[in-house]
């Protein structure tokens, strides 16, 4: 069974930056998009940035110009730089790998906290 273990999350203060990681623990065939979600205490789980196998990127407009996502196809790993933290940062952040059969497979999350 494939899992995807997560990596990088803490407690930082505003304005503070953050690196994760999401690896896969083993091989994923036809990896499609791999993307981050994040969800806050009494929120919905939302999209933070996507990419796809091409390259293409998608980020969530509160994000834009602070989170840079990409991906490394060999080791079937996804990373989120995140810069400019802000309060409102603070969540579970889980990451998410799909294949182009529509096979989702997710991480078990992990904790960022923005607090001064």
């Known amino acids: 069974q494939v899992q995807l273990v997560e990596s990088g999350g803490g407690l930082v203060q505003p304005g503070g930056s953050l690196r994760l990681s999401c690896a896969a623990s083993g091989s994923i065939s036809n990896i499609w998009t791999m993307g981050w979600y994040r969800q806050a205490p009494g929120k919905q789980r939302e999209l933070v940035a996507n990419?796809?196998?091409?390259?293409?990127?998608d980020y969530a407009d509160s994000v834009k110009g602070r989170f840079t996502i990409s991906r490394d196809n060999a080791k079937n790993t996804v990373y989120l730089q995140m810069n400019s933290l802000k309060l409102e940062d603070t969540a579970v952040y889980y990451c998410?790998?799909?294949?182009?059969?529509?096979?989702?497979?997710w991480g078990q999350g992990t904790q960022v906290t923005v607090s001064s």
């Open positions: 998410r790998q799909r294949t182009l059969m529509g096979k989702d497979y």
């Open positions: 990419v796809i196998s091409g390259g293409r990127t």
